[in-house]
């Protein structure tokens, strides 16, 4: 398996204020997501590289639900299935589905004046958004670190 250098990219440098810090670490973690997925070619970006059936696409796609949910409101039925690219899916497709929810959500975040106010979720209790951030920020840290691994795995490729 070919070694591809190291590439990091240091933590984000943000303004003082709490929304700023917030966001601009989602933000980073969110870009760290994609980095991840592009350039891989098929098959390799949809085939598992666990036992659990977790792909580089299938995260991707899975954290567009999740931030249409969190931040948007949208029911998901079946949480497994986000996970499961669909065969007419590309990784352009699924990025760009993936940074079209991110950018609504971040309007949801930007309009947002105090973050102990609840985020509108129609139907069910609202989180603050604070609590909703720090939820994204753990969310998509946590599957970056599966892409990490998983793109090692494909290539050899390390680093954020």
Known sequence: MPRTRRRDTPPPRTGPAEKEVLRGFLDHLRAAVVAKAQDVPEP????????????????????????????????????PGT???RPDETVDS?????????DRANAVID???DLTRPVARPGRPAPSMRWALVH?????GRHAGHADILRELIDGSTGR
């Open 136 to 140: 994204l920020i753990e969310e998509t």
């Open 44 to 79: 390799q970006v949809r085939t598992p590289g666990v036992p659990s059936g977790t792909s580089l696409l299938g995260l991707v796609r899975h954290l567009a639900h999740v931030e249409r949910f969190t931040f948007l409101g949208e029911d998901t039925a079946d949480w």
């Open 94 to 102: 699924v990025v760009a589905d993936y940074r079209a929810a991110c």
């Open 111 to 113: 309009a947002c004046t």
């Open 83 to 85: 996970f499961r690219p």
